[in-house]
């Protein structure tokens, strides 16, 4: 696997509806995703492809990820 610390996806601002998309499509690249309120922990993604796809995937959806 490739190793790197979890995201933290701040999605303030976005509706429950779309936190739960963005969860869901990031569960495509990573191992473990968890939502909590407004925040995603995506932790181990399967590979560095799947970890710059998730990048752009959050991007697209304009939250902020540390």
């Known amino acids: 696997m ?3 610390p979890p995201l933290k996806i701040d999605c303030d601002g976005l509706s ?9 499509r990031l569960r495509l690249h990573f191992v473990e995703v968890e939502v909590f309120g407004e925040v995603i922990y995506a932790g ?5 492809y799947h970890y710059g796809t998730a990048w752009r995937i ?4 304009g939250v902020k990820a540390s």
């Open 44 to 48: 181990n993604p399967l590979s560095s």
């Open 2 to 4: 490739f190793k790197r």
């Open 58 to 61: 959050i991007d697209a959806f």
């Open 16 to 24: 429950q509806k779309l936190i739960a998309d963005l969860a869901d």
